[in-house]
Structure formats: C-alpha cells, structure tokens
C-alpha cells in the first residue's frame, strides 16, 4: 500500500510480456516485474523505460535483498548515444511461494523532522485508543496542528541520500553506494485554507563507488 502512495503515479506503458513474465512502468515513476514461474531464479531482461539515463533505480519490495542474486539498485542506460533508455533487470522467480514481484522506482526523500509548519496556534495531541467503543471513536489517532492565522509557511527539510545494495554488470551482482542530493529546504506560503505549495525536489545521482 505505501509503494501504491509513493510510486502510483504515471501513464502506464507495457515494457515485457511473455508466458511467464509480465513488466509495465508508470512512467518516470516505477517499473514493476511479475513472474509467474513456480521453480527457484530469475530471468534476466532488458527492458526500454521512460528514466532519464544515469537515473538510479531502488527496489521497494526487499524482496531483491532477501535474494541475493537480484540487484537491489538498477542504473538506467542505453545502447547508443541519445538512444532510448533502457533497464536490464532480474526477474524473480515465485519459487513455490510469494516472491515473484519487484517494483523497482525513484529513491524517497528522507527527512528527520518530517514537515515544518509555522503560525501553529496549539496542537491537539495523538494517541492510541483505549480497548472500549467509547474511546475508539473519540481519540485522534496523531497530532493535529491547529493553526488561526490567515497564512503560514510550510518547511520540508530532506537530507541526501546514500543508496548501498547490490547492482548488476556484466551478469554479475556489486555492491555499490551512490548520493542522490536533494535541495535542503523548501518553504512556501498559502491562504490557511490549503496547504503550501511545494517545489519538486531535484535529483542529481553521482557516479557509484564499486566496492
């Protein structure tokens, strides 16, 4: 469900379809593989994708990491310059239970304070509810920042990110880090009526150190 909040998003495009496999990307945002065989392995294919090339992929399931054989970062590329980019990818196999599936999609952004709101007249505070009818229709379930005033600023403060997993080059998997910077801070301002609008962030991934 949280990949679906995060990565949902997109024209939908059919990248690989065969008897066993299934890939499709929603653009620029995710690219899912489903593997229907029932034996142990992958099937390693590639694919043309809508990511720019040089763009660093993560897989959000776990189940790459818990395999060992599946890269758990992809590195868009492509065949020739200013050619379509392209993803080679390892499919996982169901292996007689539920792991035949990875989604594969942009790093999110970190952040350790979360979201920053100003002019914040009293917060009503959160909580777990009691196990009784009565409190579990009265008790907020998190914080709710009351604010009065007829504007306020909202602040997102992200941190770079520091990709380590396994890749894939040349048939074998590497264990790899790259940076993904982010702008550090972000604030706007709107009527109290909605919320702020937020610039997007940028992106820029370095070149991996291969260890």
Request: proline share 6%; glycine share 10%; net charge negative.
């Amino acid at each position: 469900m949280e990949i679906r909040n995060t990565h949902g998003r997109g024209d939908y495009r059919e990248r690989w379809l065969e008897k066993d496999l299934f890939a499709y990307e929603r653009s620029n945002s995710a690219l899912i593989l489903l593997n229907n065989r029932l034996d142990a392995g992958y099937d390693q294919r590639r694919v043309d994708v809508d990511f720019a090339w040089g763009t660093t992929l993560v897989e959000l399931t776990g189940n790459a990491a818990a395999d060992g054989n599946v890269p758990e970062l992809v590195t868009v590329d492509n065949d020739y310059y200013e050619g379509p980019s392209k993803a080679t990818v390892r499919s996982l196999r169901n292996d007689g239970g539920d792991r035949g599936y990875l989604v594969y999609g942009l790093a999110p952004p970190q952040a350790a304070w979360g979201v920053g709101l100003t002019n914040v007249a009293e917060v009503l505070p959160g909580g777990m509810p009691a196990a009784n009818d009565y409190a579990n229709g009265l008790t907020r379930l998190t914080d709710l920042h009351v604010i009065t005033e007829d504007r306020f600023n909202v602040c997102l403060t992200t941190q770079p990110v520091t990709l380590s997993g396994t890749r894939l080059e040349d048939g074998w998997t590497w264990t790899s880090t790259s940076t993904i910077s982010r702008c550090c801070t972000t604030t706007g301002s709107s009527p109290a009526v909605g919320p702020a609008a937020i610039s997007p962030e940028t992106r820029s991934p370095t070149m991996p150190t291969w260890g």
